[in-house]
């Protein structure tokens, strides 16, 4: 039998779409799955006339492949990745390839790598972005791992990937981790992105009083200009959902209550490992955390109150504004991944191409959108831009589009209504523009209490106080 070109382990939700994706480009895909009913079933079922060849165990998965073996793990971060690489290991032969696709941790991948390599393999960390829909018409990857060995894996990536005008959203990000740090950013924002259209919804709907019907279309026209992105345009589907059982928005009968999985707390955690500032991101993680607290906000409600005013009129300039405000927090959240991306590749020596990101972004993610046509443009004029804030187009918009942030920020202020991202986003914005900032104090009190030191704006040196 011919050999199959990739094998693929892990037939959940996103490996049983990438293995037809793969088939569906002409690749011949061995497939494998812990638990065999699921193999059977895809065997039977969605598999049947493609070129994928169920396989139920391991060593017959590996005997199937032509060499070097390119093989492709889709199972569920953590542990399960470990449990099928030392499953695999005694199978493999010096130059065979694994890639890790799922969201992994990655320092995780690093260790992974070190292992895999001293055993003469190669190991690449694969971030894969786009839900199940990606997967089978064409995801956003993110592989790191090493760069000699990527030309090996590049066709089947590249075939596989969404397509934008100007190439397949995939490339070669950097060596070890680099590929699921780059995921784990993307999350991190992509969290933020949410959070931010969550607060404007809830400030259209309690302090304008839109309903759900009023707002998808909001959203729908909000998506032809200049918010164009699959976030923005999932939200207008949302919104405009009617509960076939209730024939009421189905929006409206969701628990308000959300969870966080691994990579937002996790790009938060290593920002300040890294001692950068992503308040965004930092901002929809305790949105999700607060929101789980249902209970005791429910009782919260009854026991503390807030300003209650009555709903304004909502008109084209109110909407304009709020818009703005929502583009700029946008924005924002983005140049906080840059920074964040760019201070961990001088840090990790991932040396990442940031225009390259943005581009890779722009198809296949959850977070692409119009807005990283001009995020490309300004890494590519600077590709050590400290932060997209001051390019020279970006500036000069956001110069203009910061009062109608300060205008929606007013009104969350004034009616009660909590817009951590909103008020994140001006205070990084308002941080970053600032040449001065209170911090002389602070330094002045740690120095009184700890000795900490100091040091002057009108002579070099270190300097000490006794305060009393
Ligand atoms: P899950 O994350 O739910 O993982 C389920 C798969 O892992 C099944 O194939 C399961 O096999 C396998 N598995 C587990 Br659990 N423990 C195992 C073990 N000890 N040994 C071997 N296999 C094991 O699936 P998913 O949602 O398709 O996601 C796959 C990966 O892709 C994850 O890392 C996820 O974070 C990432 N990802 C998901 C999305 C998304 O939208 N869902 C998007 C991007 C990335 P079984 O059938 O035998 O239980």
Request: hydrophobic share 40%; glycine share 10%.
């Amino acid at each position: 039998m011919q050999p199959s070109d990739i094998g693929l382990i892990g037939l959940a939700v996103m490996g049983e779409n990438l293995a037809l994706n793969m088939a569906n480009h002409g690749f011949k895909v061995s497939v494998y799955n812990r638990t065999a009913e699921r193999t059977r079933t895809l065997a039977n079922g969605r598999a049947k006339g493609t070129t994928i060849q169920p396989t139920y165990d391991l060593k017959e998965f590996v005997a199937s492949l032509a060499k070097p073996r390119r093989i492709f793990l889709m199972v569920q971060a953590g542990a399960p990745v470990d449990s099928v690489l030392a499953q695999l290991r005694p199978l493999l032969e010096a130059g065979d390839i694994v890639m890790d696709g799922g969201n992994s941790y990655y320092k995780d991948t690093e260790r992974r790598t070190k292992e895999m390599e001293a055993a003469g393999f190669h190991y690449f960390g694969v971030g894969v972005s786009g839900g199940e829909a990606g997967a089978l018409e064409g995801p956003c990857i993110m592989p790191g791992g090493s760069r000699a060995a990527y030309p090996l894996i590049e066709p089947i990536l590249t075939a596989i990937a969404a397509k934008v005008s100007d190439g397949a959203c995939v490339a070669y990000m950097g060596p070890g981790g680099a590929g699921h740090y780059v995921k784990m950013v993307h999350n991190g924002c992509e969290y933020a992105i949410m959070q931010l259209i969550a607060e404007t919804y809830d400030v259209l709907r309690t302090a304008y009083g839109l309903g759900a019907v009023a707002l998808a279309d909001v959203f729908r026209r909000w998506n032809d200009g200049k918010l164009n992105s699959y976030l923005i345009e999932i939200t207008a589907k949302v919104l405009a959902f009617v509960d076939p059982e209730t024939k009421q928005p189905l929006v409206d009968l969701i628990l308000d209550r959300a969870g966080q999985k691994g990579t937002g707390k996790w790009t938060s955690q290593d920002a300040l490992d890294l001692g950068v500032t992503i308040p965004n991101i930092d901002a929809a993680l305790w949105g999700r955390n607060i929101s789980a607290l249902k209970d005791e906000r429910v009782h919260a409600s009854t026991v503390l109150t807030g300003p209650r005013l009555p709903a304004l009129p909502s008109d084209q300039a109110v909407l304009d504004t709020i818009e703005d405000a929502l583009y700029t927090g946008i924005i924002i959240s983005y140049a906080q991944a840059m920074a964040m991306l760019r201070a961990a590749s001088h840090e990790y020596s991932y040396d990442l191409n940031l225009s390259e990101i943005a581009r890779i972004w722009k198809g296949g993610c959850i977070i692409r959108s119009k807005l990283l046509d001009p995020i490309q443009a300004a890494f590519k004029r600077d590709p050590d831009l400290a932060n997209l804030l001051v390019d020279s187009e970006f500036s000069g918009n956001l110069n203009q589009l910061q009062a109608s942030v300060r205008s929606v920020v007013r009104q969350g202020i004034e009616r009660g209504i909590p817009l951590p991202a909103f008020g994140a986003s001006l205070a990084y914005f308002d941080s970053y523009r600032r040449a001065q900032l209170p911090v002389n104090l602070i330094q002045a009190q740690r120095d009184f209490f700890g000795a900490h030191t100091y040091q002057r704006i009108d002579r070099p040196g270190t300097f000490h106080t006794d305060w009393e």
